[in-house]
């Protein structure tokens, strides 16, 4: 069974119906209890930094995640804005992040010639041998939707890297928390492989 937190924004549905075709148990919920007794947490995210803290302040969710994450030592999985909350802060913001890796989310500079946000299909590189590499190869797409990207201090907990006028950390990671900034639940079969190497992973 996985827990996917209930932040009241995302597409957590989608999640659900991707492990469901892995053959994996999940459920979405706030429910203190249920996420307490969790045995792997997935925190999905769409929209701002900002909402996204406060309504884990809102939902009393801070000091039980940090127990979970911190003491528990569960595989934790934060996704696209669920990841950037992993670290400390964003420009997009002001409130502080949950700080469980150090690093920062960067808005791009809409003044290159890409556009912002950065959305479709790219490549990952992965840069060690993570947990949540396994079987993937350099011809891995997965499908991104962010304006924010982030970059660790630590470089060894950049799993993953991927290239969008600059290379910035599509994957990070720190003992047993995971974040991914693409959509595995959108990323077709490369997707479905990095939610199998989570739902493996025992920590």
């Given at each position: 069974?996985?827990?996917?937190?209930d932040l009241d924004m995302?597409?957590?549905r989608?999640?659900?119906n991707?492990?469901?075709?892995?053959?994996?148990?999940?459920?979405?919920?706030?429910?203190?209890k249920k996420i307490?007794?969790?045995?792997?947490?997935i925190?999905p995210?769409v929209?701002?930094?900002?909402i996204?803290?406060?309504n884990?302040?809102r939902?009393e969710?801070i000091?039980?995640?940090?127990?979970?994450a911190?003491?528990?030592?569960i595989?934790?999985?934060g996704?696209c804005?669920?990841?950037?909350?992993?670290t400390?802060y964003?420009?997009e913001g002001?409130?502080?992040?949950?700080g469980w890796?150090?690093?920062?989310?960067t808005k791009f500079?809409t003044?290159?010639n890409?556009?912002?946000p950065?959305?479709?299909?790219?490549?990952?590189?992965c840069?060690?041998n993570s947990k949540?590499?396994k079987n993937?190869d350099?011809?891995s797409?997965?499908?991104f939707?962010?304006s924010y990207?982030v970059?660790?201090?630590n470089?060894?907990?950049?799993s993953?890297t991927?290239?969008?006028?600059?290379?910035f950390?599509?994957a990070?990671?720190?003992e047993?928390?995971?974040g991914?900034?693409?959509?595995?639940e959108?990323?077709?079969k490369?997707g479905?492989?990095?939610?199998?190497?989570f739902?493996?992973i025992?920590?």
């Amino acid at each position: 069974m996985i827990t996917i937190v209930d932040l009241d924004m995302g597409n957590s549905r989608s999640i659900v119906n991707m492990l469901y075709r892995l053959g994996i148990e999940s459920e979405i919920t706030r429910d203190h209890k249920k996420i307490d007794q969790a045995q792997k947490i997935i925190l999905p995210g769409v929209g701002s930094f900002d909402i996204a803290m406060k309504n884990l302040e809102r939902f009393e969710l801070i000091e039980l995640l940090n127990k979970k994450a911190k003491i528990d030592k569960i595989p934790f999985l934060g996704i696209c804005l669920g990841m950037q909350i992993l670290t400390n802060y964003s420009q997009e913001g002001v409130l502080n992040g949950l700080g469980w890796i150090e690093g920062s989310a960067t808005k791009f500079d809409t003044n290159s010639n890409t556009k912002v946000p950065h959305m479709g299909w790219n490549y990952v590189k992965c840069n060690h041998n993570s947990k949540l590499c396994k079987n993937i190869d350099l011809q891995s797409r997965f499908y991104f939707v962010h304006s924010y990207y982030v970059r660790v201090k630590n470089r060894e907990q950049a799993s993953m890297t991927t290239s969008y006028s600059l290379e910035f950390d599509s994957a990070i990671e720190k003992e047993n928390i995971f974040g991914v900034q693409f959509h595995p639940e959108k990323s077709h079969k490369f997707g479905m492989q990095v939610l199998r190497n989570f739902a493996e992973i025992s920590c």
